[in-house]
């Protein structure tokens, strides 16, 4: 009936093998990429291509037992029940030799394989006057013959694997993400790996017959792997992984008929190429993605040091032009001061880029954060020369806790090495903050409130308080309070009396 | 404060934990090895219900051993756990464990919903999908923890802090009675270590108690109700102003508690 079907067809559909080959690649297709999902997740690519390879073993085993004790050439069921049993014992010989020495599962699926697979081939040709197997057939496999038996074993398998995996799907989920809180919550994780070995086993299996005992591991993992580069969900990654996997089956056999090359071979060159050409353009974890990520991404230096270098010409503002060697590329710089504009932290006219007022106090920041620097590297006794060069790779490293700290530990500075002023933190004159007295500039008032115990005799909340001078080694703080009294104050005092700026009486000295 | 030593041949009776209630967790004579190196020796712990309980000890003192022995993980050589006065065995549902975030696969195609309704996996039969009620309660224990914005993204793409509120989501919907969580301040700043220990501390108001394996002694004693303090053996269990003397501490710690007492400080606080 189908040969008078395919007799309808135009092409290449109008041969019966090329339907019958259309049809087990669609099916191997459909339950490898659904299983290559489990089998990429839990990181047993190298197992599956173990399995294949071991195969050809257990297969030589069961034609020879047929053949000499019931004299049946190449049994089929035979043939495909003693490649199971061979897949099952390499398995366990893998887990065995890694369980009990100290060499590593990976080892092990390398020793193990490359053992059993060369006592097939020996054993083939030790009894070639038995064992009609040919080699090549066997790892290349050869799509455009397979037989209605095939087809049928491809069907059974491929109902039975999908099943498991639908019914399953928590499980194995579970198990694969996080096989600690499976095995807590009572999933027998030994259980379902094992049920997941089984299952790869079958379908390398009946993938064997279609391309190979090299290929079929590509067959498994190559659909999962292009599909995971697009989702981040385990359930819709299985669906897309079976629609690669039948899309290269189906396009790489009409290529094979059309240029007349192996359909095995055919078939994965199409799903590697689908695989790059995903690799490429993924929306999420495509390479074209993140390089297009990567450019636009602006380091916060370049921005921090747009904004430096406009703080040296404030007010007067820069033309663009003048920050191309701070920001780099021209690309980067227009992308730097879109961003900075946006955050309201620069204003643009025509041909001058100037600083906003928020500008300016992230700006002050910066150059406290660097004068603080440099008098610490100074103070660690860095060479002079080299202060400024390294404070200027440190200024982006502006904490606020950590410049306080560095403030606190050198006793706050006014001016940093050089002799320039180190600016005051700019949020220090916002209404409501609260800061130590130590913070304090000579010619600035502020308002006390919090006073340490062992100030109270002079000190009261609420009383204002003037910041005279500092000594010239800075270590003492002499403030004058409202009856005109001198106080000196050192660091600890000066640090334990929290203040708030009095904005009004800044600049002012008490009559 | 219980003193442990290796020999105690009378121990408390049943009963004399706090509020004549039963302890939530109770081992006697537990002992783990691994080859031939005993890593628990001899732990009798009574771990008192609805108390937020911090173990301490230096590195390899066997903390994470001890919750893994908790959960049946690892074959205790000889001892026995109980939970809510049943053999550990019997109780496995009543136990929720939140990984330390090492032992997970990050890049693994699974959400943040995904993961939360794992915890409901348990309960489940295998036959049946997970239903509406199961998404709720998956829902809940996201909104508990402050995730529930972040449902749809994948659960690498998160920061560590916010990984280790999933898996406490995910633990909290298992409807367990006990929380066993090994590290969850490891790598989070300081304000994801706020943010989890607020949780933890909500959980412990809605009665669960909780078990953290903890490496900061400077910040134990405000975190904890009880802590175990370890080193192989059960050293301390007590309060921890009881627990956190330097005699005991020293004990434990050896040459490496000096840094903790010589912190470094540049910036003495007025």
């Given at each position: 009936m189908l040969a008078d079907l395919a007799g309808l067809l135009p092409g290449p559909l109008s041969h019966l093998f090329f339907i019958k080959a259309l049809m087990a690649a669609i099916l191997v297709g459909l339950v490898c990429g659904v299983t290559g999902c489990l089998v990429i997740l839990r990181k047993m690519s190298f197992l599956g291509d173990a399995i294949s390879h071991a195969m050809i073993a257990g297969v030589a085993a069961g034609y020879l037992i047929m053949k000499l004790l019931f004299g049946m050439e190449a049994h089929a069921p035979a043939m495909l029940f003693g490649a199971l049993i061979a897949a099952v014992i390499t398995v366990g010989l893998i887990h065995f030799v890694s369980s009990v020495s100290r060499i590593k599962e990976d080892t092990a699926i390398g020793i193990m394989y490359t053992g059993i697979f060369a006592l097939g081939v020996v054993m083939v040709s030790l009894f070639r006057e038995h064992i009609h197997i040919d080699l090549m057939h066997f790892i290349m496999g050869d799509v455009l013959a397979v037989s209605d038996g095939d087809i049928l074993l491809a069907a059974f398998v491929c109902g039975m694997v999908l099943t498991l995996i639908l019914l399953f799907f928590r499980h194995f989920q579970a198990s694969a993400f996080d096989p600690v809180m499976a095995a807590a919550i009572g999933i027998p994780a030994g259980l379902f790996h094992g049920l997941l070995t089984l299952c790869v086993s079958l379908v390398v299996v009946v993938g064997v017959g279609m391309v190979g005992v090299i290929l079929v591991v590509g067959l498994l993992i190559t659909p999962a792997a292009t599909a995971y580069l697009l989702t981040n969900r385990l359930d819709r990654m299985m669906i897309l992984a079976a629609l690669f996997a039948i899309n290269g089956a189906v396009c790489g056999l009409f290529l094979a008929y059309a240029m007349d090359v192996a359909g095995g071979g055919a078939i994965m060159l199409f799903l590697t190429l689908q695989f790059t050409a995903v690799l490429m353009i993924a929306p999420?974890?495509?390479?074209?993605?993140?390089?297009?990520?990567?450019?636009?991404?602006?380091?916060?230096?370049?921005?921090?040091?747009?904004?430096?270098?406009?703080?040296?010409?404030?007010?007067?503002?820069?033309?663009?032009?003048?920050?191309?060697?701070?920001?780099?590329?021209?690309?980067?710089?227009?992308?730097?001061?879109?961003?900075?504009?946006?955050?309201?932290?620069?204003?643009?006219?025509?041909?001058?880029?100037?600083?906003?007022?928020?500008?300016?106090?992230?700006?002050?920041?910066?150059?406290?954060?660097?004068?603080?620097?440099?008098?610490?590297?100074?103070?660690?006794?860095?060479?002079?020369?080299?202060?400024?060069?390294?404070?200027?790779?440190?200024?982006?490293?502006?904490?606020?806790?950590?410049l306080k700290n560095l403030d606190d530990l050198l006793g706050h500075p006014m001016t940093d090495p050089h002799g320039s002023e180190i600016p005051q933190d700019p949020c220090l004159h916002k209404k409501g903050v609260l800061f130590s007295a130590s913070l304090l500039r000579p010619g600035q008032q502020a308002i006390i409130r919090r006073v340490p115990e062992f100030l109270r005799e002079k000190l009261k909340e609420n009383m204002p308080l003037f910041l005279k001078a500092r000594d010239r080694a800075g270590e003492q703080w002499e403030c004058i309070l409202p009856s005109g009294e001198r106080l000196?104050?050192?660091?600890?005092?000066?640090?334990?009396?929290?203040?708030?700026?009095?904005?009004?009486?800044?600049?002012?000295?008490?009559? | 404060m219980v003193r442990s030593s290796s020999f105690s041949p009378s121990l408390p009776p049943a009963g004399a934990a706090m509020d004549n209630l039963l302890p939530a967790i109770r081992t006697r004579h537990l002992t783990v090895s691994y080859g031939l190196r005993p890593a628990l020796l001899d732990v009798n712990l009574d771990i008192p219900k609805g108390t937020l309980v911090g173990i301490l000890g230096p590195n390899g003192a066997g903390k994470s051993t001890l919750i893994k022995a908790l959960m049946g993980f690892v074959k205790k050589d000889v001892g026995r756990v109980e939970i809510m006065g049943e053999p550990a065995e019997k109780a496995k549902g009543r136990m929720a464990y939140v990984p330390q975030r090492s032992s997970v696969d990050w890049d693994f195609p699974i959400t943040v919903e995904e993961v939360a309704l794992m915890g409901r996996y348990g309960r489940i039969p295998w036959y049946r999908n997970p239903g509406k009620k199961d998404r709720e309660a998956a829902l809940k224990a996201l909104r508990a923890v402050r995730m529930e914005d972040f449902g749809q993204r994948q659960i690498g793409a998160l920061s560590g802090g916010q990984q280790q509120r999933v898996f406490m989501a995910r633990a909290l919907c298992q409807g367990a009675d006990i929380l066993l969580l090994d590290e969850p301040f490891a790598g989070v700043d300081a304000v994801t270590e706020k943010a989890i220990l607020t949780v933890l501390k909500e959980a412990r108001e809605q009665g669960l108690t909780l078990v953290v394996v903890h490496h900061d002694l400077a910040t134990a004693a405000s975190y904890f109700d009880r802590i175990a303090l370890i080193k192989r053996g059960l050293v301390a269990f007590g309060r921890p102003e009881d627990v956190l003397q330097k005699e005991l501490l020293s004990e434990v710690y050896g040459g490496q508690m000096q840094n903790f007492f010589t912190l470094p400080s540049i910036n003495p606080k007025p």
């Open positions: 999420e974890h495509g390479i074209l993605t993140r390089y297009i990520r990567k450019i636009r991404h602006i380091p916060a230096e370049i921005t921090e040091d747009i904004l430096a270098g406009l703080l040296r010409k404030d007010p007067m503002g820069l033309s663009p032009a003048a920050l191309i060697e701070t920001a780099g590329t021209g690309v980067r710089l227009g992308r730097a001061l879109a961003r900075l504009e946006k955050e309201g932290q620069i204003t643009r006219q025509t041909d001058l880029v100037r600083l906003s007022p928020k500008g300016r106090e992230k700006a002050l920041t910066l150059r406290r954060s660097h004068r603080i620097w440099e008098s610490y590297l100074a103070h660690a006794g860095v060479d002079e020369e080299k202060i400024h060069e390294k404070a200027h790779e440190l200024e982006h490293i502006h904490d606020p806790d950590l000196i104050l050192d660091h600890a005092a000066a640090d334990a009396l929290v203040v708030e700026m009095d904005e009004k009486s800044c600049q002012t000295e008490f009559s | -």
